[in-house]
């Protein structure tokens, strides 16, 4: 765990015992947002099990196993609330076995580049539903357990733009020059 998510999860301690709300029922937009991003997580980790059968690029691997073990998480977690609530789970997809990377014909799977790109924008996305939802909770408990997700992916995210900038990878946008600014000489 890295020093932020460690901190993090002190003041996260903290705060929630000042307000604990456990007691109160989830209002329907918390149980929304559980069912929500459930779905999302169980659906990514197919993907980042199907990452882990087509890449031999260490950085890539590394990246794809932490961010399964990120969603392992946030599942285990998620389900463990939901059930405790009566919440329904969503439907998830079946695991995916293990295959040798290199054993998958290049044309049937995706490039290191397009892994990585991927990934990093599951971790976007999964950081937005997370922020969303955490704004919507009522329960103390849940806001944190987004916040802490989002944390998470937030820091995945920053792990997958240092690896793709060192690989050449990133994909930028040209820089913004509103109307009427001077450009600078080359």
């Known amino acids: 765990m890295s020093n932020f998510a460690q901190i ?3 003041a996260s301690n903290v705060f ?6 456990k007691k109160d029922p989830l209002h ?12 999302f997580v169980n659906n990514i980790m197919t993907y980042e099990e199907i990452g882990l059968n087509t890449t031999t690029d260490s950085g890539v691997r590394e990246l794809y196993q932490d961010g399964l073990k990120i969603a392992t998480s946030h599942k285990q977690q998620l389900s463990k609330l939901m059930k405790e609530e009566g919440v329904n789970m969503p439907l998830a997809p079946e695991s995916k076995p293990y295959s040798d990377p290199s054993a998958v014909p ?11 790109n ?3 924008i599951n971790f976007v996305i999964a950081a937005d539903m997370c ?4 704004s919507q909770c009522l329960r103390t408990d849940v806001g ?43």
């Open 8 to 10: 993090f999860e002190a």
């Open 16 to 21: 929630q015992s000042l307000t604990d709300n």
């Open 28 to 39: 329907i937009g918390e149980a929304m947002s559980c069912w929500t991003y459930l779905a």
């Open 106 to 116: 290049i044309g049937a799977r995706f490039t290191d580049f397009e892994l990585a």
């Open 118 to 120: 991927t990934i990093n």
């Open 131 to 134: 922020a969303a939802a955490a």
């Open 144 to 186: 944190l357990m987004f916040v802490k997700f989002q944390t998470e992916k937030l820091a995945m995210g920053f792990k997958a733009k240092e690896l793709m900038k060192k690989k050449g990878w990133l994909i930028i946008p040209p820089s913004f020059q509103p109307p009427g600014t001077p450009h600078p000489k080359k």
